[in-house]
């Protein structure tokens, strides 16, 4: 069976590509002259625009016509030709056959300038059409007068078609409709197939986008943890260059806070996970720096964390950090005077419902007037400030020293805590 015409493959000109090349040109060919050689006719697969994704003649009848009628097109360029309105074959197959089926979504089976009939069937995918697959299929007419309107129609004596006519062997009816059947089967393949990489596509893009979300993410926490770093920098070079001790604790204290707040940044920049933080690394990372600040171990201060498992989004990430920034920075400040030693605990411990941030001393503890709701500098303020912002509450507990507890809800969406249990 030679497939192709000597005016060349049409598929060549297929510019929409989809069936196409979602199928490949060879198991196309392969599909459709599987179900041609029950009929030995001429067979077609569109693109939804009328690009030819597979064009196959098997019968002398439909080969001689189709040849024909090609040439009365007057050139020698496929593109031109089939523009031409002449080519009755390409005219029927595609206009009244192909892209009739697609504009109905139904089977279309209807006579052809040739003298046979083609049955076309629209291919879908997700509901929508997508292209076409069809088949001719009969006998070559016997009636004279039909003969010879076909003869006319393409332009040749009437004996020039009785040597293919003659040669087509008729299929029984059984054939003509095993193979419609088949057609079906193969245009749900197709569509089914074409789902698939749509599917694939999609999955393929939503993975790009995600992964560019993340790289921008990470860039744009590199990049605020870089400038608070600078500033943070400049606070100390100031604090330094100041004679008078409070106006110096105070830049450092500020730089402190900064260091918090660019922490977070600097975690999430290097995390797999953009969108949180683990508090446990976190916590202790942070504690680090404040005890440095405070020469804490020299002083025969320990500060120990105790962390769960658990991950906050960026936000209540910072305000926990700030939290224990300050409460850690008042116990290293003012619970050890004159050289007393002891230790400061920093605790986050979560359960089904909220999340406790503890942090305690056993140092001195707080002035026996000081109020800790209301009163205070801007270290408890900003305590109670960002507790708010929590939406938690701030309870002093009994001790030797002083330990403050912010208790906060865990259930809204804005957290995303894991509790796998406690760490030691
Ligand atoms: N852990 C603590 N142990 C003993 N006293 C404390 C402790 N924490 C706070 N205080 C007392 O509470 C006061 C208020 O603390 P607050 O943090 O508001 O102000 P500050 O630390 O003095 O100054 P800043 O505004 O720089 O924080 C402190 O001056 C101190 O007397
Ligand atoms: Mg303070």
Redesign the pocket.
Known sequence: MSAHQPYGDLVDLNAQGLILETIGREVLETIVADYLQALGTSAAVYEKNGDYAAGIFTSGWCRFLDLRSRELCGTSDNRAALAAGRWHCHESCWHDASEASMSRGEAVDVACRGGIRLYALPIVARGEVVGSINFGYGTPPDDPAELAEVAQRYDVPVERLLGPKKAYRPRSDEVIENTKRHLATTARLIGALIERRFASEERDAQRRLALERDVLLKETHHRVKSNLQVISSLLHLQARKLADAAAR??LL?SQGRLRSIALVHERTSRADDVSTVEMGGYLASLVKGVGELFEAAARGIAIVVRCDDVSLDVDDAMHCGLVVN??V????????PHGRAGT?EVALRGDERSLSLT?S?D?????EN?D?RK?????????RALTEQLGGTLKKASGP??S?VVRFPDQRSSYRTRLVGPRP
């Open positions: 604790g105070a204290e300050e409460l920075t008042n116990a290293l400040k003012h619970a050890f400061v942090v001393d140092g001195i503890g707080l002035p000081l800790f009163g205070g500098s801007l270290g408890l303020q900003l305590v020293g002083t403050f």
